[in-house]
């Protein structure tokens, strides 16, 4: 039961059933059919870090980025091949001076490095957000995102994490909130998420 017969060259042949969640494929030689480990193609897994309350930074230059609060989520992979498709999205008030959002990532306590970085040029200040100042009205708040499909090198036991970092040069700068907080109908709250998909 679950055998297949198929022709070779010479007549026909048995092909016994394969195991659990094995699909038929056609050989290496593209002669015979088989079983395999199903491809890839799949999201694995979804984490999020959904963040709701209200964090603001103090600005000491455009270039000095601090870890956002609350803004961190990790993720193990189940296959040694999968990639990560990063996705951020920020809710910022700034009406103060010039700021940015970078993505950092660490594979297993080996140490935090940018990723998805723009391409290097001068002494221009490299980010997600290029830059989130907007000095037309201290009540408003601006939505911020981005994705990036990163292939990090990792082992099957590594943690995967990923923390967002943001700049001001100067004043104070606030997430899910509008930059005066101004406790009225007029002046808006938000929520502020990292998404980690596993793909393979």
């Not at 092909?15 to 494929?25: D, E, I, N, Q």
């Not at 008030?93 to 290097?120: E, K, L, R």
């Amino acid at each position: 039961q679950g055998d297949i017969l198929y022709r070779d060259g010479s007549g026909l042949q048995r092909l016994a059933k394969g195991t659990a969640s094995k699909v038929l494929a056609m050989n290496s030689a593209a002669n015979a059919p088989e079983w395999v480990t199903a491809g890839g193609g799949a999201v694995q897994q979804v984490v999020q870090k959904y963040k709701t309350d209200v964090t603001t930074q103090a600005g000491n230059g455009y270039a000095s980025f601090h870890d956002i609060s609350g803004m961190s989520q990790a993720i193990t992979p189940t296959k040694a091949s999968s990639k990560i498709l990063v996705q951020i999205k920020l809710v910022i008030g700034n009406t103060n001076d010039y700021g940015n959002v970078q993505v950092h990532a660490d594979i297993d306590n080996g140490g935090y490095n940018a990723i998805g970085q723009p391409d290097a040029s001068g002494s221009r200040t490299r980010g997600w957000i290029g830059n989130h100042y907007d000095p037309s009205d201290a009540a408003q708040t601006k939505n911020y995102g981005g994705s990036y499909l990163w292939t990090p090198s990792y082992s099957l036991t590594d943690v995967l994490t990923i923390k967002l970092r943001w700049s001001a040069n100067s004043g104070t700068i606030a997430l899910n909130r509008s930059y005066a907080a101004t406790n009225a109908a007029t002046h808006f709250l938000g929520t502020s998420s990292i998404t980690l998909w596993e793909i393979n």
